[in-house]
């Protein structure tokens, strides 16, 4: 069991009919996505074509950040709005493809890109799972 | 002319047909409701009646963090997917709702949650109006 | 009065000896500063000289970040553990200055900056200011 | 091999003489730390007792940002000013002293502080051996 799902476990909250492996799923991915797009983006800025990574270093930041705060939103997910979960969901979904996207036209290129843009995939995924679990 | 204008004037990028100052006043509300909110959620734990005020805290947290993000995206505006940024002033407009709703519900008895309530409607409305603006 | 010196003024807690003053002038600085910061660094990634401008985007980036959680972690001050905030307006400061001396180092052939120079300047005084008024 | 340490070794970075197996483990140590305060902060709202919580919150509230600010300025660790980084791990391990110190007071009681308390021990000593190994 992992330590996101451990505190799941331990919350007083009553989840309800909440699918928690999806939720873990989600949390894990999210803040995994948003290491790694941070790291990929100084790599990106360490590299002698810098100037031709300009976009995909814009995306990695803009995904760090949405994938951060989906992660600490769900983190709190106890009696939290549904309508801000899902709309925050949406909006880290359409950041992981951007940057998956950006990631995966260099990925042949740059190793980090490669790794970045499968983090970005199972973030994007695990976000749509928790969309269609939160009905 | 504030400093989050005079450093969109001073972006190489040529900002085509965006209204300009809409997203100068939803990065500023952004950033203010960010700070608000994470005031008024330290505010509500140091009142005796903290256990009343626990969903107001919850939307504090959730609306700080959202906001946070949403300025530093928009604040990078230049060249970002318009899906991204359109999905994320959704979630925006949601957690700002939200965190309004909540204040708005005790903001006779506690000012930090009035003052609050009107940072997250001005930042609602902010959102709201950029979106219509990126068509 | 500021919307940020009015919501310390709405705080149930009894601020003791502290200089609100400092704390609202610091708290203002770090939000102002990360804002700058972000937009900063992504002017300098839509410059044609983006390559040389590296290691500016990389302090910004930084100085966003650490001047963004301690904006935050002043915002909750009351009854905050004294030896974690001095330390985190330490590290606000080491950020801010590495930042300004980048910035500076280009400021006359980039407005954005000359204006972010200044603005992580501001914030370093402020934190200066108030680690020396928490004593 | 994790993830974070795959992204170190594929940064185009020369990493000189610094020991990456310290870098990746206070990276991966300040990360879980960051979610795992953050759900901490959730679980003690949920309590019965949240009155008597409250110091707890905020601790996890600081030490959240704090951890997350640190873990994404060691991920871009390549050519930074290491007075910056040297200064945030020093407020890091204040930041995890202090919350570790609030959440083993009621560890026996509350699973979630104990998970807790752990993580931000862990993350005290990945800092405390960072710092040294920076010189």
């Not at 992660?71 to 880290?92: F, I, M, N, Q, Y």
């Amino acid at each position: 069991m992992s330590r996101v799902q451990e505190m799941l476990e331990a919350h007083p909250h009553d989840w309800g009919g909440l699918d928690r492996a999806k939720l873990t799923e989600c949390i894990e991915a999210c803040f995994d996505c948003a290491q790694i797009c941070t790291a990929c983006a100084d790599a990106c800025l360490a590299e002698d074509t810098v100037s031709q990574l300009v976009q995909c270093i814009r995306s990695d930041l803009d995904c760090a950040d949405v994938c951060a705060t989906t992660g600490r939103v769900l983190s709190r997910h106890a009696g939290a709005d549904p309508s801000v979960t899902k709309a925050l969901l949406e909006a880290c979904r359409a950041a992981c493809r951007a940057c998956a996207a950006d990631c995966e036209s260099h990925a042949s290129m740059h190793e980090h890109c490669r790794i970045c843009a499968e983090a970005c995939r199972r973030c994007e995924a695990a976000c749509d799972d928790l969309v269609g679990a939160l009905g």
